[in-house]
Nanobody, 115 residues
Framework: QVHVVESGGGLVQAGGSLRLSCAAS????????IEWYRQAPGVQRDLVAR???????NYADSVKGRFTISRDNANNTVYLQMNSLKPEDTAVYYC?????????WGQGTQVTVSS
């Protein structure tokens, strides 16, 4: 069992920054990858950023150059640094841990970017 908790969301003006955190507890050995998704109302949940066991990262085209995913292995925490935020970044952001072939989701954290 893995318990995942996101935090760090909030309201920010366009051009501002936020850092999201995603902490996991439980049986987190054999991590395959950790991913950030986002979902706006009425829209499917989309992958935003990903870091795998080799620390290789991938980003959606819409966030490249603005968002950075990073890992703190000692604390089982992954961060998403979001800079130059745009109103279209407004969504609920979810974190997914892929551990030993299984997936574990957090409850999400709301990010709202005002114009």
């Amino acid at each position: 069992q893995v318990h995942v908790v996101e935090s760090g969301g909030g309201l920010v003006q366009a051009g501002g920054s936020l850092r999201l955190s995603c902490a996991a507890s439980g049986r987190t050995t054999n991590i395959d990858a950790i991913e950030w998704y986002r979902q706006a109302p009425g829209v499917q949940r989309d992958l935003v950023a990903r870091v795998n066991v080799y620390d290789m990262t991938n980003y959606a085209d819409s966030v490249k150059g603005r968002f950075t995913i990073s890992r703190d292995n000692a604390n089982n925490t992954v961060y998403l640094q979001m800079n130059s935020l745009k109103p279209e970044d407004t969504a609920v952001y979810y974190c997914r841990w892929l551990v030993n072939g299984r997936q574990w989701w957090g409850q999400g954290t709301q990010v709202t970017v005002s114009s």
